[in-house]
């Protein structure tokens, strides 16, 4: 990573190259398969839909494209590995730019304040300037803490197979590692006394779809990699990257079927031995790859009683499922003024702790919604200059048509009036939207479960609520032989770093590290 090791080496090249599946052609699944062709594997992607990228799509509506799943990069030199180590530059085959500032947020009482991009001390002079001396220095402590925190978590934890609990207390540095995570204090109990950076940090545990109110304190590392290796666009949108991992894929060999749902995992208890189709046709493979939600894999795909898979299936009915999201995609007109608005903003309304109640509790949409929005300025996202192509997220219960576990979305005449609702909280904020709307759709979290089989709609797998959620996701090696998980629903969790990690991870665990 940029100022950091990667987590390992080199994916080894194989003396017997097997024929591998891999179920799902997400980023996770198509980074994996890349690296295990490339090893010298046969490998074959079995894709649901008739497109690659999963949840990272660039979607085109008239003159306007949108960043319908992730809209910023972190970390980027998770990417810039892999194409290396696949055979191109990422610099040959997609364009980044930093974003700054890196967020802009603002918040219901009319204060703001912008973060800058790979700069703390330009970050703690913006902040000194709205809220005063003391305020910087308690988010200079935490961010100082975070650092820390992620140099302990990252090698063993972030960036290695994760195999058990045990694995961790062989550190001989457990104790004071220990000490460091604190995983008994959530983020609430980091001590920032400000109310307006608390709710900035809160929002790092959304990120992973979790409740701030519970996640662990180890979260706002996410805040500190944010602010070291930057936020990044990508140019065009983030659909490039999935075309280009999508290229590296085709370049090594890998073969795709879309429209070719898999409808089981065929084992004998012990081992797997290959997949079904829909369509009733039978792949034997003794090594599959399922970059799909790990309740489908593990709940649907696998069927009866497994014991080896016991602990596994009690593991992630424990687990809380991440929240999901409601979006709005607007194409919008010239405006005649300047909107201020930067790249990445964020509205936050007067109570947040509402807004979990809502959602986890309540499995109601959110009454005042924090708004997020993304408003790029990218001349290859629109067919016209001058026009803008914003994405707004709110966040959002579950989808459950029974409304038992989640809020029932199928209702599209409330949805409509939900997304009008969104636009009028951002109009009250003075940023105008009306006057200039050419092109408006949402998307649901019914919407998200349809496309790309996220169960409920949860954008990233299982949440980060509670000191034990990271033990609870599925892990990257199955109990089942010849089964490995990647994606945001297994270790070390959703967003694109992390998934990148992940498959970094498992076709290790499938091939084995050489050195440089």
């Given amino acids: 990573m940029e100022g950091a090791n990667t987590m390992t080496g080199q994916v080894g090249k194989v003396k017997e190259p097997k024929n591998i599946v891999v179920i799902g052609a997400g980023i996770g699944g198509m980074c994996t398969a890349a690296r295990l062709a490339r090893a010298g594997h046969q490998v074959s992607i079995y894709e649901a839909s008739d497109q690659p990228g999963g949840k990272c799509r660039t979607e085109w509506i008239g003159r306007y494209a949108f960043d319908t799943g992730p809209s910023l990069l972190t970390i980027p030199a998770v990417y810039r590995d892999f194409f290396q180590r696949t055979g191109k530059h990422m610099g040959q085959v997609m364009e980044i730019e930093a974003v700054d500032p890196s967020f802009d947020y603002r918040f219901h009482d009319g204060k703001s304040v912008k973060f800058t991009n790979l700069s703390r001390k330009k970050t703690l002079e913006s902040i000194t300037e709205t809220f005063g001396e003391a305020a910087a220095e308690q988010w200079d402590a935490v961010l100082n803490r975070a650092e820390r925190m992620w140099d302990v978590s990252r090698e063993p934890f972030i960036e290695s197979e994760l195999k058990s609990p045990v694995s961790l207390l062989k550190r001989p540095r457990l104790i004071r590692d220990i000490k460091t995570i604190s995983p008994w204090k959530s983020l609430r109990g980091l001590g920032i006394k400000s109310p307006y950076l608390s709710k900035i940090m809160d929002r790092y545990a959304t990120y992973s779809g979790s409740d701030p109110r519970f996640a662990p304190a180890v979260l706002s590392t996410i805040a500190f990699v944010e602010e070291a290796f930057g936020a ?5 949108g983030v659909g490039k990257l999935a075309d280009a991992v999508y290229q590296r894929c085709l370049d090594r060999g890998v073969k795709f079927e ?44 696998i069927s009866g009683k497994v014991s080896k898979l016991k602990r596994t299936r009690k593991n992630l009915a424990k687990a809380d499922p991440s929240l999901a999201g409601f979006s709005l995609l607007l194409g919008l007109r010239p405006a005649d003024q300047p909107t201020g608005l930067s790249h990445h903003n964020i509205l936050f309304p007067k109570d947040y702790d509402q807004e979990f109640e809502d959602i986890f509790k309540r499995q109601v949409p959110v009454s005042d919604p924090t708004i997020y929005i993304c408003a790029p300025n990218d001349d290859a996202m629109v067919k016209h200059p001058g026009h803008e192509a914003w994405f707004v997220l709110v966040n959002a219960p579950r989808h459950d048509e029974t409304g038992v576990a989640g809020f029932n979305w199928s209702d599209e005449d409330a949805n409509h009036r939900y997304a009008m609702k969104i636009i009028d ?5 003075g940023i105008s939207i009306r006057d200039r709307l050419e092109v408006i759709e949402f998307r649901t979290p019914a919407d998200l479960e349809r496309t790309v089989m996220a169960p409920g709609g949860s954008i990233y797998g299982t949440s980060s609520n509670g000191a034990r959620s990271a033990f609870l996701r599925a892990k990257n090696r199955s109990p089942l032989k010849g089964l490995y998980c990647v994606g945001g629903s297994a270790h070390p969790g959703g967003g694109l770093p992390l998934v990148g990690l992940s498959a970094e991870i498992v076709a290790q665990a499938v091939v084995g590290p050489t050195t440089h």
């Fill in 232 to 236: 990044w666009h990508i140019k065009g």
């Fill in 258 to 301: 879309f429209n070719s749902p898999v409808s089981a995992i065929t084992n004998d208890g012990k081992k797997v031995s290959g997949v079904e189709l829909g369509d009733g046709t039978s792949i034997a493979s003794e090594i599959i790859v399922a970059n799909a939600d790990a309740s489908l894999v593990y709940n649907k795909l």
């Fill in 425 to 429: 909280a951002i109009e009250a904020r």
